[in-house]
């Protein structure tokens, strides 16, 4: 893997949408939107900042088998704090490490306190088997000497 690599490689591949709702926001409202947007996880905001994540876990473990109401439930009440954030200078290496530390599958991207982008432990995957089939790639140009460098 590419040492000098950070999560801005994967934001510029993957884009800097943000799929967020409110604390006020119900459970059932947040598992819609998780349902509309296809992501395991929503950031939760208010006034522009970053106050929590809320994830298909926490709706597993904090919601469903405690029995709670997801339609009265509101997502401040099960939301993960605090939240393991990176920014997009962090080195993909790093988030790896963090992903697997705090077993968290996403990671906000913030910049100057602004959310930037999320990063997921699905796009940390995709990015290593396409930077490891670019260096077999080039490898295989070395060895048969169509390499040009
Ligand atoms: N082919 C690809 O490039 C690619 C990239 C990521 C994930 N996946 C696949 O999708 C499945 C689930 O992925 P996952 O476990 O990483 O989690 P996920 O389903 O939450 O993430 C899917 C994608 O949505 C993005 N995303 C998630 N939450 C977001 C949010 N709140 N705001 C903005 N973007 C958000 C992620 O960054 C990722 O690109 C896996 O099967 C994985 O292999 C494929």
Request: aromatic content about 6%; charged content about 30%; glycine content about 6%.
């Amino acid at each position: 893997m590419e040492k000098l690599a950070t999560a801005d490689a994967i934001l510029r591949r993957k884009g800097r949408q943000v799929y967020w709702v409110s604390p006020d926001t119900t459970v059932f409202e947040a598992l819609k939107v998780m349902r509309e947007k296809n992501v395991g996880a929503l950031l939760v905001m208010e006034d522009d900042r970053l106050v929590g994540i809320f994830s298909e876990r926490d709706y597993a473990r904090k919601v469903a088998i405690e029995g709670r109401d997801s339609r009265v439930t509101p997502v401040r009440d099960i939301t993960t704090k605090p939240v393991h954030t990176i920014t997009p200078q962090t080195p993909i290496s790093e988030c790896m490490e963090m992903m697997s530390k705090y077993r968290v599958r996403h990671l906000p991207v913030l910049e100057d306190d602004r959310v930037v982008g999320v990063i997921s432990v699905g796009d940390v995957v995709q990015w290593i088997i396409e930077a490891q089939s670019a260096t077999i790639d080039q490898l295989q140009s070395y060895i048969t000497g169509a390499y040009p460098g």
